[in-house]
């Protein structure tokens, strides 16, 4: 399939503009709300799923600190309909295995 892509438009593929932005707000309530140190690092991705058992959207939020598993928060939201609460609601889930040892990737 070929994709005819003008370099001149500003959204070639069709992309939500809102998207960096709200991935930016999502960092921020997630180190907030979690009271993470600055070199603590927050990534957030958005999934999607096609079985029927599966929300259609699903943001995850993977939060990496020196010496410490990685902790995986799940929002089943796209990024864009995400607001504060939502990342509060989600980060008190994890907030105790986040400081504890051992792995804390599991689902909530």
Same mark, same amino acid.
């Given at each position: 399939m070929k994709?005819n892509?003008?370099?001149?438009? &500003?959204?070639?593929?069709?992309?939500?503009?809102?998207?960096? +932005?709200a @991935?930016?707000?999502?960092?921020?309530?997630?180190? @907030? +709300?979690?009271?993470? %140190?600055?070199?603590?690092?927050i990534?957030?991705n958005e999934?999607?799923?096609?079985?029927?058992?599966?929300?259609?959207r699903? @943001?995850?939020?993977l939060i990496l600190?020196s010496?410490?598993?990685a902790?995986?928060?799940?929002?089943h939201?796209?990024?864009?309909?995400i607001? %504060? &609460?939502?990342?509060?609601?989600?980060?008190?889930?994890?907030a105790?295995?986040?400081?504890?040892?051992?792995?804390?990737?599991?689902?909530?």
């Amino acid at each position: 399939m070929k994709l005819n892509l003008n370099p001149l438009q &500003r959204n070639p593929l069709g992309r939500n503009p809102r998207i960096p +932005a709200a @991935t930016a707000a999502i960092k921020d309530w997630t180190r @907030t +709300a979690l009271r993470l %140190e600055d070199e603590a690092v927050i990534s957030v991705n958005e999934l999607s799923c096609s079985k029927p058992d599966c929300p259609p959207r699903e @943001t995850v939020v993977l939060i990496l600190r020196s010496g410490a598993p990685a902790t995986r928060i799940s929002i089943h939201k796209a990024i864009v309909d995400i607001c %504060e &609460r939502d990342v509060i609601d989600a980060s008190l889930n994890r907030a105790d295995t986040l400081h504890a040892k051992g792995p804390s990737d599991a689902a909530p």
